[in-house]
């Protein structure tokens, strides 16, 4: 594992490795912001819930068809999605290319009964959508040992005056 000169913990993953990183941290936050429209600054972010992340590392979410994440993915499908698991120090950012679909199988598959709190006609709602977000690269921040080991460390850091960080950090591309 590399150290940047500060001291940090750089491990950088690819393939099954980063979509198992991209899984635990998406798992551990459950929501996350959706960045669309990134040729405008600020990007348009809103909160949404993962349904799930495949074997692949795409990200899978349900969408209202008339939301303005679905108009700006139609206009430019590039997104950022940004995580955090602040229980646990855990963070993430990934980029990557969105798809919106209508498929009656994919609404069938990521539907969950939470959503019939915006979809109310359950599967059949025609506002129904489902988002398919292939991740290109990202970078996570994370701690090697959990956040218990993690504020041990820093306490003794604080005491003895060393550093003791127990982070990790690092690119993801699945």
Same mark, same amino acid.
């Given at each position: 594992m590399k150290k940047t000169p500060a001291g940090e913990a750089i491990e950088n993953l690819t393939h099954a490795r980063a979509v198992e990183k991209i899984r635990d941290l998406a798992k551990a936050a459950r929501i996350c912001l959706f960045g669309t429209a990134p040729a405008r600054f600020p990007l348009t972010v809103s909160p949404m819930a993962v349904q799930a992340v495949d074997e692949a590392g795409n990200l899978w979410f349900?969408? @209202?068809?008339?939301?303005?994440?679905n108009l700006h993915i139609g206009q430019d499908a590039? !997104?950022? #999605? &940004?995580?955090?698991?602040?229980g646990d120090s855990q963070y993430l950012t990934v980029h990557g290319t969105a798809t919106v679909s209508d498929d009656r199988a994919l609404r069938e598959k990521y539907w969950t009964p939470i959503a019939k709190t915006w979809m109310h006609g359950g599967v059949d709602d025609p506002e129904l959508t489902?988002?398919?977000? @292939?991740?290109?690269?990202g970078y996570y921040w994370d701690t090697e040992?959990?956040?218990? !080991?993690? #504020? &041990?460390?820093?306490?003794?850091?604080?005491?003895?005056?060393?550093?003791?960080?127990?982070?990790?950090?690092?690119?993801?591309?699945?």
């Open positions: 349900l969408s @209202a068809r008339s939301s303005v994440r590039r !997104v950022q #999605l &940004l995580f955090a698991n602040t489902v988002i398919k977000v @292939a991740i290109k690269d040992h959990g956040k218990a !080991v993690a #504020l &041990l460390k820093i306490a003794v850091g604080a005491v003895t005056g060393k550093t003791m960080d127990d982070s990790v950090e690092g690119n993801v591309r699945p």
